[in-house]
């Protein structure tokens, strides 16, 4: 019995990180970024490897007497034969809220010209999601401003959603709109000192775009205001593959600091499929046996811990959550393809973006029929839940009855009233970017269709009507969002209120 205790003990010290020591090994092979080393007996997976000059590599490949390792910076001066060494120390990043507002690589460093950022904390850039026990359902929304998603589809904090789409479809628009709505909502409970609204820190993670591409985001963000509650992890094309596997991975331990500290934070991943080319390329180079499309075995695995970070904690555990919006580009609206199905499989829904849509101007391009929140109404509001409840089912009438009504064939006045209604609800659901809405204002207009209030309008007037309308409650009733925003129900007071503003705004126009 002792001797097996005493056995366990032993195994157990070997992979205790103060057991571990330093040790020397020598590069017997270099190319393409990935290093073949041997003397590193102990080395862990995912352990840091020192190749002097301030280069650093990292073990992915654990053979019997050799390590297969990447080296992340500066490969090129790597030489066959020199001397390496272990760390011990896997892989890390620095974070904490001096990380917000600043532009850096997947290892942390600023590349924007502001300086080192001052902070002494750091996080595993891998580590294993949390277990059951620590989480709770998802159930406080995540107001993404866009009137569509908010309505039909609604994001709870700690869910993962994913945005699907081809090229140019508008799906990083809608990523950007939910960050810059983060941002103008903390920015109102600071100047406000609201408790009622917890700020959201977002992380924005580009993957193998191209630098003018990146550089066009962090501008935007910067130009609405939400550049200083936002890091933006950069790995663009011109990086090399390790660089752009590890992207996702940083910007996730990154948000799993403000979670970890009871509060709330989002990351994009934009976007995953060329993160797992990248990832493909790396392990071809780094001789792992391929499958399916080439890409390696464990492809699944890969973004399945990636997203399972991704968590709504519970109050013992200090309950902060951690949103993710991964992105996925489709060729030709293939959704069947091998990672696009991965994904689809691993996230709580998916937004559907579809090319036709776009280009009929329905942006956001957001297919109504088959996009899905698996939380559904459990993050939404009171209010939102009461306005929003019948839409789907409208909006999926008028899709069916629209098909009917281009045959020309007589309908009943039931049916025509569905379809005109339906096109007004189509034409509220478009909006233009970076203008997201407050979520008291979406509960007013919704509220106002579901009385018929643009009934009469003309379809292509309806948004116009809309603008009007609102600004009309922003001027006359500003107390009445505000006690929206607050109750975030709808009284039998405010509902009054509702009527007399919309009266009120009919009479005048
Ligand atoms: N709601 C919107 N209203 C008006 N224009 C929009 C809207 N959404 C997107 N666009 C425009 O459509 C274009 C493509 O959008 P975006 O870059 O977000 O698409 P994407 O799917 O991320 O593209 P890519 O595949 O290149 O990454 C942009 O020029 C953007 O300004
Ligand atoms: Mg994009």
Redesign the pocket.
């Known amino acids: 019995m002792q001797t097996i205790v005493a056995d366990i003990e032993k195994t157990l010290a070997q992979f205790h990180p103060e057991a571990h020591c330093e040790e020397t090994g020598k590069v017997m092979e270099v190319g393409d970024g990935v290093a073949r080393i041997e003397g590193l007996r102990n080395i862990r997976l995912n352990e840091m490897i020192d190749f002097g000059n301030g280069i650093t590599g990292l073990a992915l490949n654990l053979e019997e007497t050799s390590v297969g390792a990447v080296v992340l910076t500066e490969a090129n001066t790597v030489r066959e034969g020199q001397t390496v060494r272990s760390t011990g120390r896997l892989l890390e990043v620095p974070c904490g809220r001096a990380m917000l507002g600043r532009v850096v690589d997947p290892l942390g460093r600023p590349f924007d010209g502001k300086g080192p950022i001052e902070t002494t904390e750091v996080n595993p850039v891998e580590r294993p999601a949390p277990g059951i026990i620590g989480r709770q359902s998802v159930s406080a929304p995540l107001q993404t401003g866009i009137l569509s998603i908010d309505a039909v589809i609604p994001i709870g904090r700690g869910q993962r959603e994913l945005i699907i ?1 081809d ?7 809608i990523a950007m709109d939910t960050i810059i709505n983060q941002a103008r909502l903390n920015h109102e409970a600071e100047l406000t000192v609201d408790v009622n609204i917890h700020p959201v820190y977002s992380i924005y993670v580009a993957i193998g775009q191209r630098q003018s ?1 990146v550089a066009q985001v962090v501008r935007t963000l910067e130009e609405r205001g939400a550049l200083k509650y936002t890091v933006v992890v950069v790995a663009t094309a011109a990086d090399s593959a390790a660089m752009q596997y590890l992207a996702p991975f940083s910007g996730t331990a990154i948000g799993e600091w403000f979670m970890d500290h009871g509060m709330d934070a989002l990351v994009v991943y934009d ?1 995953l499929s060329k993160h797992a080319v990248a990832y493909r390329q790396m392990s071809l180079v780094l001789r792992r046996p391929s499958g399916r499309e080439a890409y390696p075995g464990d492809i699944f695995y890969l973004h399945s811990r990636l997203l399972e970070r991704s968590v709504c904690m519970s109050q013992a555990c200090g309950g902060g959550t951690l949103t993710s919006l991964p ?1 996925i ?1 489709t060729q030709n609206g293939d959704v069947a393809a091998y990672i696009p199905t991965n994904v689809i499989s691993i996230t709580d829904g998916q937004i559907y ?1 579809e090319s036709d849509l776009f280009h009929q101007g329905i ?2 391009a957001m297919s109504i029929g088959i996009s899905v929140s698996r939380v559904g109404s459990a993050a939404q509001t009171k209010a939102m839940k009461e306005v929003a409840g019948k839409v789907k089912l409208e909006l999926a009438q008028y899709y069916e009855m629209k098909e009917f009504a281009q045959f020309g064939s007589d309908l009943d006045a039931k049916t025509v009233a569905l379809i005109e209604h339906g096109k007004r609800i189509t034409e509220l659901f478009k ?3 970076y203008n997201p809405f407050p979520v008291e204002e979406e509960v007013v207009q919704l509220w106002a269709a579901q009385q018929g209030f643009f009934d009469q309008t003309p379809v292509e007037k309806t948004r116009e009507v809309r603008e009007k309308f609102l600004e009309f409650v922003r001027m006359r009733r500003k107390e009445l969002l505000q006690e929206i925003r607050q109750r975030k129900k709808l009284t039998p007071e405010i509902k009054k209120s509702l009527e007399e503003v919309s009266a009120e705004y009919q009479s005048l126009s």
Not at 167 to 173: D, F
Request: glycine share 12%; aromatic share 0%; charged share 30%.
């Open positions: 789409g090229r140019s479809t508008g799906k990083t628009t591409s976007d992105i580009e973006l942006r956001p909006q233009v970017q």
